[in-house]
């Protein structure tokens, strides 16, 4: 069971938004930034959100970050059924002096 | 273009042992620290194990600490991990991935990934 807290699924319609939440501590999300990770089906994850709310670039604003205390938020706006996938967050733990990733939420687009 | 391209995954017995490389081209790689994350089948991501870029620093998730060694070779662009003493949770697709310059725990690359499966 991960120290990040993310819920399983989230689902909402094309052109919809949808916001992930990822729950963690202050040994990690309290004192570290987040980044957000895209999984399509059968691909290697994709960097979305980088020190909380910054884009790589080629990465389009309809995704968007947040950070407040010791909980972090994934923002989807214009929902596409291209964006079907698993969506983790991940941090470090300056306790375990570990990387963390959440357990990951799956995104269905109805 | 950066790329990572991972290798070595295989069926491997309980208590045996592996290495996997990972090809890094397209950047400067002693540059950049990396790291290995791994997924077992079906599950989540869980990070595995980080080197610095002049690899003087590790750092390993506690599952695999006195097990598993990180490594890099700067003059060949490959970064390594030698699995020892491996169990059946260990199974899993192996991605190396790339951490953002300057920045810790971000990976903006990632390799495509190596599947090592252990068991009887």
């Known amino acids: 069971q991960s120290m990040l807290t993310q819920p399983p699924s989230v689902s909402a319609a094309p052109g919809q938004k949808v916001t992930i939440s990822c729950s963690g501590g202050s040994s990690n999300i309290g004192n570290n930034d987040v980044s957000w990770y895209q999984q399509l089906p059968g691909t290697s994850p994709k960097l979305l959100i980088y020190e909380n709310n910054k884009r790589p670039s080629g990465i389009p604003d309809r995704f968007s970050g947040s950070k407040s205390g010791t909980s972090a938020t994934l923002g989807i706006t214009g929902l596409q059924t291209g964006d079907e996938a698993d969506y983790y967050c991940g941090t470090w733990d300056g306790t375990l002096t570990a990387g963390l990733f959440g357990g990951g939420t799956k995104l269905t687009v109805l | 273009e950066v790329h990572l391209l991972e290798s070595g995954g295989d069926l491997i017995q309980p208590g045996g042992s592996l290495r996997l490389s990972c090809a890094a081209s397209?950047?400067?790689?002693?540059?950049?620290?990396m790291n290995w994350v791994r997924q077992a089948p079906g599950k989540g991501l869980e990070w595995v194990s980080a080197i610095t870029g002049s690899g003087g620093g590790t750092s390993y998730t506690d599952s695999v600490k006195g097990r598993f060694t990180i490594s890099r070779d700067n003059s060949e662009n490959t970064l390594y991990l030698q699995m020892n003493s491996l169990k059946a949770e260990d199974t899993a697709i192996y991605y190396c991935?790339?951490?953002?310059?300057?920045?810790?725990?971000?990976?903006?690359?990632w390799g495509q990934g190596i599947l090592v499966t252990v068991s009887s």
């Open positions: 397209g950047f400067s790689f002693s540059t950049y620290a």
């Open positions: 991935a790339r951490e953002m310059e300057g920045r810790h725990f971000d990976f903006d690359f």
